[in-house]
C-alpha cells in the first residue's frame, strides 16, 4: 500500500510539459487531447496518449478554458509605463487585425498572481490564447495557463519551461555595449540595471559581466544599479548617487533609453561632460533616445516585430492545434550617436 502511494506521488510530478517535450507536441495539443477537443488528428491523439501512459501522467481535473473560435487575444503586460512596450502593442495589435482578430490588454504588476485570478478572465471572456509580455510566472502557474490555453510569450519568457516564445538575445546585445564602450577607450563602466525579476535584465547583466571580464576589467558592485520599474526618475537618482562616488564611472551601460536619459542629465547636474567625461549606450532605440542632447547610442531591439512574431505564432497554435512549440530570437544591433565618444584618456 505505502508503495503504491509512493507510485501516485511521483505519476502527480509528471507536468503537461513533461509529456509534450517528451511527444515532441505542443502543450496546447496535450491539453486539447485531455479536454477531447475534436481539433487534434487520431494519429497525434494515439501517439500522445501511448506517452501519457508510459510516463503514468494523471491529468489534472481542469477543463480547458478557452475557444478556438475567439476572435480574443489576451495580452498581459508588466505595466503601461515603459514606452518600449507600445511598439510590442503596435505589432500584436497589427497582426491581431489581419487576423480579424481583437486583443484584450490585461496590465498584471502585482494583481495577477495566481492561477484563481487568471481563471476568472479566462471563465469570463471568450479567449483564443495569451500572449504573455509580463516576467515569466512562476512554473506552476505557467503550467495551469499553458494546460488552459495556447500561450506564447514576447521578449520575456521562461527558462526552466518549454513554451513559445519570440524574443532577443540580451547576453549577447549586452555584451555588445559594453564591448563597443571598452572599445572606446572606456574602463570604469557602470550598470543602471531593472529589477532582477526580469529576464531581460538577468540577461542583460550577464552579458555586462562577461564583457568586462572578458576584457580583464573590474567588475564594481557599487557601479551597478537595480530599478523597480522603468522609471527615469529613479535612474537620476541611482546615477547621480554613482556618479558622486570619489572613484567614479567613466561610462554607463543602461538597460532602457530611459535609465540612459536619467544618466546623461544626472552627470550634466554634476558638472559632467556626455560623452567627453561620460559615456552612455542605452537599450531598446525608443523616440526618446532621439530627443535627448545629446542623442543616446543605443541597441535597437526590433520591438514592433517581436509583438507581431508573438501574434503570428500564436495565431498559428490556435489554428494548428498539433503545432509543435518553437523559439524565434530576432536580432538587434548598435546605433552610435553623439552620447559616446573614443575616451581622452
Same mark, same amino acid.
Given at each position: 500500500?505505502?508503495?503504491?502511494?509512493?507510485?501516485?506521488?511521483?505519476?502527480?510530478?509528471?507536468?503537461?510539459?513533461?509529456?509534450?517535450?517528451?511527444?515532441?507536441?505542443?502543450?496546447?495539443?496535450?491539453?486539447?487531447?485531455?479536454?477531447?477537443?475534436?481539433?487534434?488528428?487520431?494519429?497525434?491523439?494515439?501517439?500522445?496518449?501511448?506517452?501519457?501512459?508510459?510516463?503514468?501522467?494523471?491529468?489534472?481535473?481542469?477543463?480547458?478554458?478557452?475557444?478556438?473560435?475567439?476572435?480574443?487575444?489576451?495580452?498581459?503586460?508588466?505595466?503601461?509605463?515603459?514606452?518600449?512596450?507600445?511598439?510590442?502593442?503596435?505589432?500584436?495589435?497589427?497582426?491581431?487585425?489581419?487576423?480579424?482578430?481583437?486583443?484584450?490588454?490585461?496590465?498584471?504588476?502585482?494583481?495577477?498572481?495566481?492561477?484563481?485570478?487568471?481563471?476568472?478572465?479566462?471563465?469570463?471572456?471568450?479567449?483564443?490564447?495569451?500572449?504573455?509580455?509580463?516576467?515569466?510566472?512562476?512554473?506552476?502557474?505557467?503550467?495551469?495557463?499553458?494546460?488552459?490555453?495556447?500561450?506564447?510569450?514576447?521578449?520575456?519568457?521562461?527558462?526552466?519551461?518549454?513554451?513559445?516564445?519570440?524574443?532577443?538575445?540580451?547576453?549577447?546585445?549586452?555584451?555588445?555595449?559594453?564591448?563597443?564602450?571598452?572599445?572606446?577607450?572606456?574602463?570604469?563602466?557602470?550598470?543602471?540595471?531593472?529589477?532582477?525579476?526580469?529576464?531581460?535584465?538577468?540577461?542583460?547583466?550577464?552579458?555586462?559581466? $562577461? /564583457?568586462? +571580464?572578458?576584457?580583464?576589467?573590474? @567588475? &564594481?558592485?557599487?557601479?551597478? %544599479?537595480?530599478?523597480?520599474? #522603468?522609471?527615469?526618475?529613479?535612474?537620476?537618482?541611482?546615477?547621480?548617487?554613482?556618479?558622486?562616488?570619489?572613484?567614479?564611472?567613466?561610462?554607463?551601460?543602461?538597460?532602457?533609453?530611459?535609465?540612459?536619459?536619467?544618466?546623461?542629465?544626472?552627470?550634466?547636474?554634476?558638472?559632467?561632460?556626455?560623452?567627453?567625461?561620460?559615456?552612455?549606450?542605452?537599450?531598446?532605440?525608443?523616440?526618446?533616445?532621439?530627443?535627448?542632447?545629446?542623442?543616446?547610442?543605443?541597441?535597437?531591439?526590433?520591438?514592433?516585430?517581436?509583438?507581431? $512574431? /508573438?501574434? +503570428?505564432?500564436?495565431?498559428?497554435? @490556435? &489554428?494548428?492545434?498539433?503545432? %509543435?512549440?518553437?523559439?524565434? #530570437?530576432?536580432?538587434?544591433?548598435?546605433?552610435?550617436?553623439?552620447?559616446?565618444?573614443?575616451?581622452?584618456?
Amino acid at each position: 500500500m505505502e508503495e503504491n502511494n509512493k507510485n501516485l506521488q511521483n505519476r502527480k510530478k509528471i507536468t503537461i510539459d513533461e509529456v509534450a517535450k517528451r511527444a515532441h507536441v505542443s502543450i496546447a495539443t496535450v491539453s486539447r487531447i485531455i479536454n477531447n477537443k475534436d481539433q487534434v488528428t487520431e494519429k497525434t491523439r494515439q501517439h500522445v496518449l501511448k506517452v501519457m501512459d508510459e510516463m503514468a501522467f494523471v491529468p489534472k481535473n481542469t477543463k480547458a478554458l478557452f475557444n478556438a473560435t475567439s476572435n480574443v487575444i489576451l495580452l498581459l503586460i508588466p505595466d503601461f509605463e515603459n514606452p518600449f512596450n507600445a511598439a510590442i502593442i503596435s505589432g500584436i495589435q497589427e497582426s491581431a487585425r489581419e487576423h480579424d482578430m481583437d486583443v484584450f490588454v490585461v496590465q498584471t504588476k502585482n494583481y495577477y498572481t495566481e492561477h484563481r485570478h487568471f481563471i476568472n478572465i479566462l471563465k469570463n471572456n471568450s479567449i483564443a490564447g495569451i500572449i504573455i509580455l509580463a516576467p515569466a510566472p512562476h512554473k506552476s502557474l505557467l503550467d495551469e495557463l499553458c494546460h488552459s490555453c495556447p500561450v506564447v510569450m514576447c521578449s520575456e519568457y521562461a527558462e526552466d519551461y518549454g513554451v513559445s516564445y519570440v524574443t532577443i538575445n540580451d547576453i549577447e546585445s549586452a555584451k555588445s555595449a559594453v564591448n563597443y564602450l571598452i572599445s572606446t577607450g572606456r574602463r570604469k563602466i557602470g550598470l543602471i540595471n531593472s529589477n532582477l525579476k526580469y529576464k531581460y535584465a538577468r540577461h542583460r547583466e550577464r552579458g555586462y559581466k $562577461q /564583457a568586462l +571580464e572578458t576584457a580583464g576589467l573590474e @567588475i &564594481r558592485e557599487d557601479f551597478i %544599479a537595480h530599478i523597480s520599474a #522603468i522609471d527615469y526618475s529613479s535612474a537620476l537618482s541611482s546615477a547621480t548617487h554613482i556618479l558622486g562616488l570619489p572613484d567614479r564611472p567613466d561610462a554607463f551601460f543602461a538597460v532602457s533609453d530611459v535609465f540612459a536619459t536619467g544618466v546623461i542629465v544626472a552627470a550634466k547636474k554634476l558638472g559632467l561632460r556626455v560623452p567627453e567625461d561620460v559615456s552612455v549606450v542605452g537599450f531598446d532605440n525608443i523616440e526618446l533616445s532621439n530627443m535627448t542632447e545629446p542623442p543616446i547610442t543605443t541597441i535597437e531591439q526590433p520591438a514592433h516585430q517581436l509583438g507581431y $512574431q /508573438a501574434a +503570428e505564432m500564436l495565431i498559428e497554435k @490556435i &489554428r494548428k492545434p498539433d503545432m %509543435a512549440d518553437k523559439q524565434i #530570437i530576432l536580432d538587434t544591433h548598435l546605433v552610435v550617436r553623439g552620447s559616446t565618444t573614443l575616451s581622452s584618456m
